[in-house]
């Protein structure tokens, strides 16, 4: 991409703010030289003003329903923080915001022997690859244990790390229930968590009644599901804690009850526009902090307090992502544009905020340049609770790889597993793999995956009774 196509292409982001919100563009003139980095300039132009507009929006939100406290969970909700602790400064709005450092697996693990076998629900969840080994991780099982499991299995090294169908799951579900001693295992370091996040979550002052909410970016709620659980069993009211999301793609709970759930750019069910011109997991890098994922808790003699205990002390992509400046130009813009901004309730309401985001996010996630693809791209991700066996977020693909994450490839293996095609790569962001790619046919590729994601938003819905993943 030359020079003048990459100038046209920044314009139109700009275009975008300017019709929605003359203020962001504003901040955006102002930040935005030459020869900056792709990244620099894709935070300014679509990262910031995203970010800025949901965190708005809890804010003013939790402010009219009285909330004493916000906390902002790790590590997605870091720079939703900073964001945070401009606006309430600048506007003086009535409420406290705190950063908790949670993550699925620190809030499951000492819930599971609160509730028994339900924990096979979550412990056996599909995801992209996922293997027996990858399974028994998420208990936080030690090595000998997982080889005791596997010789109550009768299995060999190599089928611990197998690709699973999602019935051979369903299958390893039932065999792990009543045929080893996984539970047993799991009670073991469940119970010797729990009281150690009891003490974290007492320490942070989740149990002193206060009206409080959690801010998370998504995308089915079980944080807040798991932090209930601990919380009535430390007889904990809930009724006051709430929880904002971004957005949500389903339920980690079919009894949920969705009144104390707050969504703001799509839910469960319809927006179906928005959700196929949208990468969650692309937002979830644009969102990345600095730390590791805290997996537990413990108390520090030396500074008489629980701390996190972390995966690693740094993000794995330090080093070849420039996390901090990310930040740092997220906050730089959010103290402009409070500058231009001079009552936020008046601004969000007269701003079509949720529009905006639309079109950046269709510019941006389904359609970026060759550099924003190559820059994004590169980020090591992954889905899994263990955050282990990551990969590129849209790595480099060939030929045959793109062809089996064709619609109907999915389709012929969900209706037909005994026949099921090997699929070697599944990228986290497809349309970037895509035009990281050397691939024929980019465009019809591309209206290929859309169509397959329309077929899962449909699915989920229960408009159709065929279940896609």
């Not at 208990?139 to 000998?144: D, E, F, R, S």
């Not at 130009?329 to 544009?337: G, N, S, W, Y």
């Not at 905006?356 to 340049?369: K, Q």
């Not at 955050?387 to 037909?416: D, Y």
Request: aromatic share 14%; with cysteine.
């Amino acid at each position: 991409m030359g020079r003048a196509e990459k100038n046209i292409y920044w314009s139109t982001y700009k275009k975008i703010l300017n019709r929605y919100s003359p203020e962001f563009e504003k901040c955006a003139n102002s930040m935005i030289k030459k020869n900056q980095t792709v990244l620099f300039q894709t935070t300014v132009c679509v990262t910031a003003p995203i970010l800025f507009s949901y965190v708005s929006w809890v804010l003013i939100d939790a402010v009219e329903r009285k909330k004493e406290r916000l906390y902002f969970l790790a590590r997605d909700g870091y720079v939703m923080f900073r964001i945070a602790k401009i606006l309430v400064k600048k506007y003086q709005l009535p409420i406290e915001c705190r950063y908790l450092y949670a993550s699925r697996i620190a809030w499951r693990l000492p819930q599971y022997y609160l509730i028994k076998e339900k924990s096979m629900e979550t412990i056996c969840l599909n995801g992209i690859k996922i293997t027996l080994d990858k399974i028994l991780e998420r208990g936080t099982l030690t090595k000998k244990e997982k080889d005791q499991i596997r010789i109550q299995l009768q299995l060999s090294p190599q089928e611990m790390n197998r690709v699973l169908s999602r019935t051979e799951i369903t299958d390893y579900k039932k065999r792990l229930l009543n045929h080893t001693n996984l539970l047993q295992y799991i009670e073991i370091h469940s119970k010797e968590a729990y009281w150690n996040t009891m003490e974290y979550l007492k320490q942070e002052g989740l149990l002193e009644g206060k009206r409080f909410a959690i801010v998370d970016i998504g995308w089915t709620g079980s944080m807040q599901e798991s932090l209930k659980c601990l919380l009535e069993s430390g007889q904990v009211s809930v009724k006051e804690m709430d929880g904002y999301y971004f957005g949500m793609f389903g339920s980690s709970n079919k009894n949920q009850q969705m009144d104390s759930y707050h969504v703001w750019y799509f839910n469960r069910k319809g927006q179906i526009k928005r959700k196929l011109f949208f990468s969650h997991n692309l937002l979830e890098c644009m969102c990345c902090a600095k730390d590791g994922m805290t997996i537990g808790y413990s108390y520090q003699n030396e500074i008489k307090q629980y701390q996190p205990i972390l995966a690693s002390q740094q993000n794995l992509n330090i080093g070849k992502w420039d996390i901090e400046m990310q930040i740092h130009t997220i906050e730089r813009f959010a103290e402009r544009a409070v500058k231009q901004i001079l009552n936020l309730k008046e601004w969000e309401k007269k701003t079509k905020t949720k529009k905006m985001v639309y079109r950046l996010c269709r510019c941006f996630m389904t359609d970026p340049t060759k550099e924003q693809a190559e820059y994004y791209g590169k980020f090591l991700f992954s889905d899994d609770v263990t955050e282990k066996h990551v990969i590129e977020l849209a790595p480099v693909m060939t030929e045959e790889q793109i062809r089996q994450n064709s619609v109907w490839n999915h389709i012929k293996n969900r209706i037909c597993p005994c026949k099921a095609e090997k699929i070697e790569v599944q990228p986290y962001w497809m349309e970037g793999a895509l035009v990281r790619s050397a691939c024929r046919w980019k465009y019809w590729r591309k209206q290929n995956y859309f169509f397959y994601k329309f077929l899962l938003f449909c699915v989920s819905e229960g408009r159709w009774k065929v279940e896609f993943k």
